[in-house]
């Protein structure tokens, strides 16, 4: 049975590509059911992956022996019991309460728990390294090939603003006037910041199969990979792309000069030197420093002189300093002059309307230019404002609920965003242990010689990448295809750091 669990987690985490197409999201495929069709299928895979390893005897053995594990069970029950009592009373000035829903809020729950399942199973399922390989380079093929042959062909979905693009790579280089929106490809999938977080993480894994297996079809697999992270036009996947093949440079270096463990690899090399050199010919021209320089232009825009504007706000609330008049003209006011101060329109109509908090605004629009541009500070703001009218002591441990934050709007910094939705605890929890597994890595790797291997380095350097786009831009540790990947990984992470025990164990069973 194990054997048979093995090859659906295989097929299962390769298929994640598919999963995360864009037309599952949006349209047709989104209403057929209650919930999204990908997401009932992850669902009930890793409940039969769960039958099928647990249908064994020996696994129900070996889990009533792991009282750590069964402790941390113990304790995702509890919390996840007292979140569901406490987010179910909330003081807002939404009328629909952020449109909470304690079903919801279950179902984003056992959301949580499957990603962390697989790290389980994939852990105890013991894959091969060639098994590990074919998952690794079918994941970044699908993704990247997709994208890059999308944008050749210009039927590529954007990255940014909706539609498809309107220039391929080969048009960046003679019209400098496309906009980096009509640009930035993904593909046909659904949400970029993830695309980019997972392909920073296959970066340092690919380029481990280009040194140590090197090929006409790894080299082309990594080529690949960089022209999809320069057209998906993101800060991560652009930064990522250079700065990852620099790290993947000098953690080849350290394996085949000092622990060495790697005895070829200068082809390779050099093709990885081409593919830094050659991605940075190209970014100057790509949607990512379009969409810098763009950003720096609205800065100096958003600073412009506000004198009429302010003499405007001044008078008004001089006029009304209190009272149900003085809201009414800050209505006016803000739905007036948003866009003069740079106001992002998603922000003030729907994130947290103007109208139920006019004040609020008013604070945000007293800001300078800079941070008011800042997507991440507004996001911060006005869950801050919405904790503040709670006025609620245990939200900082047991959170304002994923539903409610999401409505408001899903913030683009994961860590703090659990600590919004989950609270503390529950950010502990549900994201903690992949942290945990990439500390406990690490560790294995400083105390034994037999734990430093060049697969094990590569995998605590994907582990860390992803774990760091998720911090930097969100939107990977929410959203099932990226943290079942990451699953995937470091359960092959604890595979192979425990290997030679591993072997040792099987030994003086068999004697």
Not at 382 to 389: A, D, T
Request: proline residues 3%.
């Amino acid at each position: 049975m194990k054997e048979k669990a093995r090859n659906v987690l295989f097929w299962f985490i390769l298929i994640q590509p598919f999963l995360d197409l864009y037309w599952f999201y949006h349209g047709t495929l989104a209403n057929i059911l209650p919930f999204t069709l990908p997401t009932i299928i992850r669902i009930l895979a890793v409940a039969v992956l769960v039958c099928l390893y647990f249908s064994s005897k020996n696994s129900w053995q070996k889990l009533s022996q792991e009282k750590l594990l069964l402790f941390y069970i113990v304790l995702l029950a509890i919390y996840s019991a007292l979140h569901l009592v406490h987010v179910q009373h909330f003081t807002s000035v939404s009328p629909n309460n952020y449109g909470y829903t304690a079903s919801g809020e279950i179902f984003y729950l056992i959301r949580m728990m499957l990603p962390l399942t697989v790290l389980y199973l994939t852990n105890e399922l013991n894959f091969s390294q060639k098994q590990l390989q074919l998952v690794i380079e079918g994941i970044s093929g699908l993704f990247s090939g997709t994208i890059v042959l999308s944008n050749l062909f210009v039927i590529s979905l954007k990255s940014y603003e909706t539609g498809t693009i309107s220039a391929n790579i080969f048009e960046w280089f003679f019209n400098p006037n496309i906009g980096y929106s009509h640009m930035a490809s993904k593909g046909f999938f659904n949400f970029t910041n993830m695309i980019s977080a997972v392909l920073f993480m296959l970066l340092p894994l690919m380029l481990y199969y280009l040194f140590t297996s090197f090929s006409w079809h790894t080299v082309l697999l990594n080529v690949v990979q960089a022209l999809a992270m320069i057209e998906i036009g993101t800060k991560v996947a652009a930064i990522g792309l250079i700065g990852g093949i620099i790290i993947g440079l000098i953690l080849f270096g350290l394996h085949k000069y000092l622990i060495k463990d790697v005895k070829n690899g200068g082809k390779a090399f050099l093709v990885a030197v081409l593919i830094e050199v050659g991605s940075l010919v190209i970014l100057p021209f790509g949607p990512a420093i379009q969409r810098y320089n763009y950003e720096i232009y609205l800065a100096k825009q958003s600073d412009h002189d506000l004198t009429d504007e302010k003499k405007e706000l001044a008078a008004g609330l001089q006029k009304y300093p209190s009272g149900e008049k003085r809201a009414e003209f800050l209505r006016y006011f803000i739905k007036k002059n948003y866009q003069e101060y740079a106001l992002n329109p998603k922000f003030v109509f729907k994130s947290y309307p103007y109208q139920y908090d006019p004040e609020f605004w008013l604070k945000i629009m007293n800001e300078p230019g800079q941070a008011r541009m800042e997507n991440r500070h507004i996001e911060k703001a006005m869950l801050n404002q919405v904790v503040k009218i709670n006025n609620n002591k245990l939200d900082k441990f047991l959170g304002i609920s994923y539903i409610r934050e999401n409505n408001i709007f899903n913030l683009e910094r994961d860590f703090t965003a659990q600590i919004y939705s989950l609270g503390w605890l529950g950010m502990l929890l549900f994201v903690g242990p992949y942290v945990a597994v990439l500390f406990y890595g690490a560790y294995r790797w400083l105390r034994y010689k037999s734990a430093r291997t060049y697969l094990v380095s590569s995998l605590i350097v994907a582990s860390g990448f992803i774990l760091l786009a998720a911090f930097s831009s969100g939107n990977v540790v929410d959203f099932l295809t990226a943290s079942f990947i990451l699953a995937f990984v470091e359960g092959n992470l604890l595979v192979q750091v425990r290997k030679k025990e591993a072997i040792q164990y099987k030994i003086a069973n068999l004697s």
